[in-house]
């Protein structure tokens, strides 16, 4: 099954296997997982066209969660025609993404357009909800909707017999490099995160397709290292949230934790750009705190 999958790079900041996206051939059409964000359209274009079609002839999009790096182009094949699947609970944000705009906007400020391009509404009849155990059926080809929280309430998996589309729950993972979880505010829930990584252990799968990145055979191996990396990361955070440090002081040292952890895996400098791109560190402090919060607080 995974010859017919063809991984596009979306070449995020000019930086190769960052963000990537996945077309699937199927008796309906061409069938995508994930759109990239608005700003790479043109090169998921380009590998559209390369696996022999046109942006016009993708039937439907299959979306992880509505992050930006994993869903801002949604409404480009829209325009189209063309279905989009998501989460119930993200529905609304893409039928109107003004709030998910301006939420992201606070922490990107000016480099919203540069990162992320544009985002328009999605028509609410292309929008389809893909809930937990649902079947999407494309005639010679059937994806399996696995709910898996902890990364984004919304975030789903799919299932496509013996391989697995992960978007963010199992976590980001280039080449030979260590799997890191990406932690942005304001849903992490390592509970719900570690459940979710069960749930993809229970799929018996042969594979994982990682947004960040393509493909990854052992899945075993990968969803325990990151399991444990969800844990490191998150009892790093606890001293500083205890001792009420102030943002900015502890981004630089997270920021050194992480770069230290990947040089120690022999990651040179631009390899660990890399990562930064597709999961930057800073972002995770403010999602650990977030979870620590809520978690003293008892919310979750």
């Given at each position: ?8 790079d ?25 759109s ?5 359209f ?26 930006f ?14 279905k989009?699947?998501?989460h ?9 993404p003004e ?9 990107y400020?000016?480099d ?17 909800a ?19 929280p ?10 496509l ?8 729950v ?10 890191v ?7 992490i ?9 069960q749930?993809?252990?229970?799929t ?6 990682l ?9 075993t ?16 955070i606890?001293?500083f ?9 502890i ?7 992480t ?10 400098t ?5 990562y930064e791109y ?5 972002m995770s ?14 919310r979750?």
């Open positions: 099954m995974s010859a017919q999958i063809q991984v596009i979306l070449n995020f900041q000019n930086t190769k296997e960052s963000i990537g996206s996945f077309l699937i051939k199927t008796a309906k059409g061409p069938v995508l997982i994930e990239g964000p608005a700003s790479t043109h090169q998921l274009e380009k590998g559209i066209i390369q696996a022999g079609y046109k942006v016009t002839d993708i039937y439907a999009v299959l979306l992880t969660h509505i992050h790096d994993h869903a801002g182009a949604a409404w480009m094949f829209a325009k189209n025609g063309t989009v699947y998501v119930e609970m993200g529905l609304p944000h893409l039928a109107n709030k998910l705009w301006n939420s992201a906007a606070q922490i400020g000016d919203m357009d540069r990162l992320w391009g544009t985002m328009e509404p999605i028509d609410e009849t292309l929008l389809i893909a809930n937990d155990g649902d079947v999407i059926d494309f005639g010679d080809v059937q994806f399996k909707v696995i709910y898996t902890g990364h984004a309430v919304h975030h789903n998996a799919y299932q017999n013996d391989v697995v589309f992960t978007g963010d199992a976590g980001c993972k280039i080449e030979n490099g260590p799997v979880p990406p932690c942005p505010p304001p849903d829930n390592i509970e719900l995160w570690k459940q979710s990584l749930k993809l252990r229970n018996n799968a042969k594979a994982l397709y947004t960040h990145f393509a493909k990854h055979e052992n899945p191996e990968l969803l325990n290292e990151l399991e444990e990396a969800l844990d490191n990361w998150a009892n790093f606890k001293p949230y205890d001792a009420h440090t102030p943002v900015s002081e981004i630089p040292k997270f920021m050194k934790y770069a230290d952890a990947f040089k120690l895996k022999g990651l040179s631009e390899e660990i750009q890399t597709a999961n930057p560190s800073w402090v403010n999602g650990l705190l977030r979870y620590w919060k809520l978690k003293e607080q008892g979750i």
